[in-house]
């Protein structure tokens, strides 16, 4: 197909899609209920190196489930999942980029905030995607000029209009302790100009609450496009704005957005690129 496919999707095409993305995430969530509140810590929970990175038996039975849905609808397309990797046709127009249990971490320590999120970029843009949190029963849904919902229910980014007023939210990668390229200054600053910022952990479903109103902007850097893909174009369909840092176009593949209503775009931007880092340190004094 020619650069501009995403331009040319037709609706109804887009909603069948859509359905496929719902029933391959509530397919992944049926599997986290299975498995809630039991995991054998000793021989299905394992570390993937760094410390707090985790995967577990659900994650990999809940990805295994969700690739059955696709390959069964779509099997002419590409596919990027968390654990298993890309599979499917080289170059294809098409990638369908899947978290089967984004915050596992959480979910290891049977902290509620955890989702299946599956989402497809068109020619590396993300298009559609459906994030399902079973523990609150919510699925979240949305495709490019389909509109946004909850439940089967339209809803919209928040009308807060100013960054004093803002509930943020945002997250820490799993290479904080090796880099200096972290958010802590940009937290603590802005819990001090902000009414808070909260850390969830799980990137779908911050993007997910900026989209439904109940956190107004949200930003983070070492993300995957699996960790983001279903919940850009979620936001973007319920009236809200995702950028790099800057405000230039985001790019995906870097791993670093900026996400608003749209209303404190602007000075949540200008707050993030303003913020001097932490002075140097040794990652090590701090193990």
């Known amino acids: 197909m ?39 810590r000793a021989n ?14 659900a994650d990999k039975e809940a990805e295994a489930a969700v690739l059955d849905v696709l390959r069964r609808h779509v099997p002419d397309h590409a596919i990027l999942a968390e654990e298993s990797g890309a599979s499917g046709i080289d170059g294809s127009d098409f990638l369908w980029a899947i978290d089967p249990l984004d915050g596992t971490t959480n979910y290891a320590h049977q902290y509620p905030f955890s989702a299946t999120s599956v989402g497809l970029l068109v020619n590396g843009v ?30 919209q980014v928040s009308s807060c209009d100013r960054l004093s007023d803002s509930l943020l939210v945002t997250g820490f990668a799993y290479d904080r302790r090796e880099t200096l390229d972290t958010n ?6 802005l819990t001090h100009c902000t009414q808070g910022v909260r850390r969830g952990g799980a990137a779908s479903l911050d993007l997910a609450y900026v989209a439904c109103g109940r956190l107004d902007g949200y930003w983070e850097r070492g993300l ?10 979620l936001v ?37 690129v303003a913020i001097e880092p932490l002075p140097q340190f040794d990652p090590a004094t701090l193990v």
């Open 44 to 57: 299905q929970i394992e570390s993937k190196g760094r410390l707090g990175d985790l995967v577990t038996v």
């Open 236 to 272: 973007q369909e319920a009236g809200g704005r995702v950028t790099a840092y800057d405000q230039s176009p985001l790019v995906v593949k870097t791993g670093r957005l900026l996400v608003t209503n749209g209303r404190i775009h602007e000075e949540l931007s200008a707050a993030l």
């Open 126 to 155: 993300p298009t559609l995607g459906a994030i399902y949190d079973p523990f609150h029963d919510e699925l979240f849904r949305a495709a490019q000029g389909l509109g946004a919902s909850r439940n089967r229910q339209p809803i």
């Open 224 to 233: 995957s496009p699996w960790d983001i893909a279903a919940g850009i174009i």
């Open 2 to 40: 020619s650069a501009d496919t995403s331009a040319n999707l037709s609706p109804d095409r887009l909603q069948t899609w859509l359905e496929v993305a719902t029933e391959a995430a509530l397919a992944g969530g049926a599997v986290l209920k299975k498995y809630w509140g039991k995991l054998d």
């Open 184 to 189: 802590y200054a940009e937290f603590c600053h």
